[in-house]
């Protein structure tokens, strides 16, 4: 495998791009608005600048990873010689489908299509193409550079040759794969979302203060951060969409999103993206102050 399109040019598909380049395959990192393109380039400029100065890159690797990346506008231009394609578009389904159909007419026979989508079934997104066999979950941690999981979500149909060539690229990039099955939320989000929840449930029932949840599961459990600050990293608005994908797909009451993370998402206060979350965020400071609203 060689030729790797990306599609989708946004936070974990600039992570994306960047990891293919610097292992030294050949890029088309592929989206409809320009001046994401133009964001990916200085994105990942920035973020191989920091590697050199941690020692991890030298100049000249730097350089040949810039060199492996074409920036493309057209799904089409973009994926008629992939090897592998992975989609990281925009996390709504019917998007998705209707790009599965158009990677479906444009990509070549023997072409891998995986997806990095947190929360949508492989085997609905498959199902949209006439190659269900060659589509498969490339789930991707953010930030997609320093993070070493992958998951690997075998679809309804994968078949065993696609997912044993994604789990050996995997480790081409230095990253650590996990191969599970397509069930709603996979894995890693599974027991993440309903962890997060919890941690909302019991800020709500006043069973104990923002720090203090977070201090608990930092300091008793050795989390790097606690639940309420992941949720703000994440995006409330999206710890909610996956808690009801999850809602949906069990029919489970127990994945019900809690009425105060509803009402935030309404008042968007969706975390560090608007400034505001559980903590507030100030440009330029890395303090973790806890929002007025739970003081
Ligand atoms: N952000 C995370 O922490 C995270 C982690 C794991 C997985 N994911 C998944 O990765 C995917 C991308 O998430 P993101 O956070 O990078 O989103 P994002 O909003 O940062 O980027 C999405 C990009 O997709 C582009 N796009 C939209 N429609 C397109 C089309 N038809 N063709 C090409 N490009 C198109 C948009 O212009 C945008 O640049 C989602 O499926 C999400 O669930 C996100």
Do not use: W
């Not at 100065?53 to 730097?62: I, N």
């Not at 997609?144 to 050996?168: D, F, H, Q, R, S």
């Not at 400034?275 to 102050?289: H, N, R």
Request: aromatic content about 6%; glycine content about 8%; charged content about 15%.
């Amino acid at each position: 495998m060689k030729n790797v399109s990306v599609i989708g040019a946004g936070t974990m598909g600039n992570g994306i791009a960047h990891v293919f380049a610097q292992a030294g395959f050949s890029v088309n990192l592929v989206d409809v608005n320009p001046s994401q393109l133009q964001r990916a380039l200085a994105t990942i400029t920035k973020n191989l600048d920091r590697q050199i100065a941690k020692g991890t890159l030298t100049e000249e690797q730097k350089r040949s990873a810039l060199a492996n990346i074409q920036y493309v506008s057209q799904i089409g231009d973009g994926v008629k010689n992939a090897d592998l394609i992975v989609e990281a578009a925009t996390e709504n389904v019917n998007l998705k489908l209707e790009i599965f159909k158009q990677l479906d007419m444009a990509a070549p026979a023997g072409c891998i299509l995986a997806t990095n989508t947190s929360s949508i079934s492989i085997t609905k997104i498959a199902a949209v193409t006439k190659r269900p066999a060659d589509v498969i979950g490339m789930h991707f941690m953010n930030p997609v550079p320093v993070m070493k999981l992958v998951e690997i979500i075998n679809g309804y149909a994968t078949k065993t040759e696609v997912t044993e060539a994604v789990l050996t690229l995997s480790r081409q990039l230095g990253k650590i794969p996990c191969a599970v099955n397509d069930y709603p939320g996979f894995i890693a989000n599974r027991i993440l979302m309903p962890m997060i929840n919890e941690a909302i449930f019991s800020l709500y029932e006043g069973v104990a203060g923002v720090e203090e949840i977070d201090t608990v599961m930092k300091l008793g459990m050795a989390h790097p951060m606690g639940p309420l600050q992941l949720a703000d990293f994440i995006g409330l608005d999206v710890c909610m969409s996956i808690l009801r994908v999850l809602h949906d797909g069990f029919g489970n009451p127990k994945y019900a999103p809690c009425p105060l993370l509803v009402n935030m998402v309404m008042a968007e206060k969706l975390g560090i993206k608007s400034g505001e979350g559980f903590y507030v965020y100030t440009a330029g400071s890395k303090e973790l102050v806890v929002s007025q609203q739970f003081k």
